[in-house]
């Protein structure tokens, strides 16, 4: 009896270790181990570009720490694997898989872009986030970006920036005649009705363009990355509003068939780390472009002035032209999103008013807020 039930149990230990490894070999493999994928993101920005390509490096690494090495995200910066303008095509045709920059470069794609990034006297930083999260923008820019195996999500912003640099002072409309000056996207279209010969470069190029003499100003983005340019040491004018860019979006993209490929808790990865992204770089930005404003002003000499009032209108005028032609001249889509982008900015802006825009009125009255005691 003893010796039957000592081969019985010997039997039952053999039996269940044959099953165990039968079930675990029949387990599929992302429960024995996870797979693991190696992908590339190209941006706009130079390496180490504070703000943009500081972000976009913050972003990848972001991924690869909440993915826990899932997604391992290998960063190129412009020109290194592609060139600064060319993202959406290395993103679309799968050379990478992730892209950082910003969607109105690629205006020629398609016009609906645009909107993504800035139109002048559209959105500030907060409205863009709210038109895309909660205002059906997310869903229109799924919709543009699909023939293109494309999905992007907001992924950065620098806020309002400034109108930019000239080596030569603005007093009127007929001084931008003539002028030759980097603008992107539909400024460039706005600024080319007031006379302004237009030229596009990326980022890394402005300088040396400067100095060569070759453009008389340009446009960056605005107090932190203009001084790490260091644009001042060529031109001495500073120019404010920003009103072609008063909130400019950046975005991620990522290759369509990489993204459907993904299992869901990875795709819903790349987009809260989006949305990480997206808020740490506006708080970055609002963080240090005041004091390097100050730096620009007090220790470089820069001559900061509004624009005059006579350019700021023709602006808005010619703003509202290019408007009207984008739309007139859009495919489907386009219309559709510059309908829900305009529907959504009639909404916010009274709220803007009375919100946002009367309380930094009323923080310029003649009062003291200041610590006294200590």
Known sequence: M??????????????GAGVAATAASSLPAPAIAQERREWRMVTSWPRGLPGVGTGAERL????????????TVEVFAAGELVPALQVWDAVSDGTAQLGHDAS??????????????????GFTSDEITAWVTYGGGQELWDELYEPFNL???????????TFGWLREPINSVADLDGL????????????????????????????????????????????????????????????????HEPGSAL??????????????????????????SNSNMTAEYNAYSGPALRTL????????NPLPEDVQLACGEASNEVLNEVYEDGDDITRRIIESYFQFRRDAVPWSRIGTQAYLNSRLLPFAYEITSG
């Open 2 to 15: 003893a010796t039957n039930r000592r081969s019985f149990m010997k039997g039952a230990a053999l039996g």
């Open 104 to 121: 109105y470069y690629h205006i020629g794609k398609t016009e609906g872009a645009a909107f993504y990034t800035a139109f002048p006297y």
């Open 297 to 304: 002003v007090t220790e470089h000499g820069v001559q900061l």
């Open 251 to 276: 975005q991620m993209t990522v290759n369509r068939e990489e993204y459907d490929s993904l299992p869901g808790d990875l795709q819903q990865l790349l987009r809260v780390a989006a949305e990480a």
């Open 180 to 243: 030759r000056f980097r603008a992107p996207g539909n400024q460039g279209r706005v600024l080319g009705k007031l006379g302004v010969t237009v030229v596009v470069l990326p980022g890394g190029e402005i300088f040396p363009a400067l100095q060569a003499g070759t453009i008389d100003g340009a446009e960056w983005v605005g107090p932190y990355n203009d001084l790490s340019f260091g644009l001042y040491q060529v031109c001495p004018y500073y120019y404010f509003p920003g009103y």
């Open 60 to 71: 990848a690494e972001r991924i690869t720490t909440m993915s826990e090495g899932r997604i």
């Open 151 to 161: 999905r992007g999500f907001l992924a950065g912003n620098t806020g309002v920036q």
